[in-house]
């Protein structure tokens, strides 16, 4: 499959830029990388590196212009996969940008965090970022019938590459808990010099429980034993390395609009229900509005971050409890909607659509999923 952003990558890549792709472990970057390596002309050169290959680090790590120069001559792109495991990798890539034009320069890495420091403050206008995430329901390519009948193998399994060309629920499970296990946190615990992951693991399960939900930080924080600094700190951590996501809360013109702490969501289904340890089919849960909730606006937000839409989301409460969840901003046009599994009634928020007027109201359920996220 095709990932929907390869064109514009291939688009962007040009001598005096550095195009970037990030994201968590195991989304496809790697293998995008070489789809994207093989689209090319057979005549073009590519030097491909690994961020853990130590011979290539020590020299990509080496602010001397002179030994960038002979290690990149004779070549039309550089590749590197894993920048963030270079040290200086920033400094490196702004030398060799600003000594050659004819150079196009490619990286992926997996932590935000690393790459700030590293990479995007050396590189402020020299460099063009994407962002990729586990497959999105609009790269699938499935119709009306298709994506009804996997809707809910999507909302217990989710859309990691490896997960959804896997058929086998066993097997989906066991590749999910590996992905958890094995890579998922590995950004995070370098950065925090290998904290325990029992804590992380335990900060996500009861972010897990409050998908949809307003978060306390001093709640959290005294259920896992620490200060309210600590939580805050490293679910900013998570964001970062692309586990989780937020959403602020809406306040504009109502004195009652409550915006005081975000709502946190997970940008993949299969790697939340891997963290409470529960796969059991839809049928047999009770959580199957966080369920919805969860994808219908981690999709969104894919679909807005592919298409390169300049739209903000957010969720929309009152302190007398009236709530909307999710509200969608962009080219002077305000959206509001809510997500419901099942068809049913639901009263339109009279109270919002008369404070913004011309905004928009709609109820996104599994019969009405499919224009809303295609």
Not at 89 to 112: H, M, P, Q, R
Request: some cysteine; proline content about 2%; glycine content about 6%.
């Amino acid at each position: 499959m095709q990932r929907f952003i390869q064109k514009q990558i291939i688009s962007s890549l040009s001598g005096g830029k550095v195009v970037g792709l990030f994201g968590a472990r195991r989304t496809g970057k790697t293998f995008l990388m070489n789809s994207i390596k093989n689209s090319l002309s057979k005549n073009t050169k590519v030097l491909s590196v690994q961020g853990d290959d130590y011979e290539a680090a020590e020299i990509l790590s080496n602010s001397r212009l002179s030994v960038l120069r002979n290690f990149t001559e004779g070549y039309d792109y550089l590749f590197v996969d894993e920048a963030q495991e270079i040290t200086n990798i920033g400094k490196s890539l702004k030398l060799l940008v600003d000594s050659n034009l004819n150079l196009s320069i490619f990286i992926t890495g997996s932590s935000a965090y690393a790459l700030e420091k590293s990479i995007a403050e050396p590189l402020i206008g020299r460099m063009r970022y994407f962002n990729l995430y586990p497959f999105s329901q609009m790269e699938l390519g499935e119709d009306f019938l298709t994506a009804k009948k996997n809707l809910e193998t999507k909302l217990i399994f989710g859309l990691y590459p490896q997960v959804v060309n896997e058929h086998n629920p066993k097997e989906k499970r066991h590749l999910l808990e590996s992905i958890k296990k094995g890579n998922l946190l590995k950004d995070v615990l370098s950065l925090e010099g290998n904290k325990d992951a029992s804590f992380i693991l335990a900060l996500l399960r009861l972010i897990a429980f409050q998908i949809g939900n307003d978060v306390s930080y001093n709640e959290l924080a005294t259920q896992l034993g620490v200060n309210a600094r600590t939580v805050v700190r490293y679910l900013n951590l998570l964001e970062k390395s692309f586990v989780l996501f937020s959403l602020p809360g809406f306040s504009r013109n109502l004195r009652k609009e409550y915006s005081k702490t975000p709502r946190y969501f997970f940008w993949d289904n299969g790697i939340r229900n891997s963290i409470i340890a529960n796969f059991n089919t839809v049928d047999k849960r009770d959580d199957v509005g966080k369920l919805w909730e969860n994808f219908c606006i981690s999709e969104r937000l894919k679909k807005a971050n592919l298409l390169d839409e300049d739209k903000k989301h957010y969720f929309w409460r009152t302190y007398d409890k009236k709530e909307i969840d999710l509200i969608e901003e962009g080219n002077g046009i305000i959206n509001a909607y809510e997500f419901k599994w099942k068809a049913s009634k639901s009263k339109e928020p009279k109270e919002f659509l008369t404070t913004y007027a011309n905004s928009g109201f709609e109820v996104i359920n599994n019969e009405s999923f499919y224009s809303f996220l295609k």
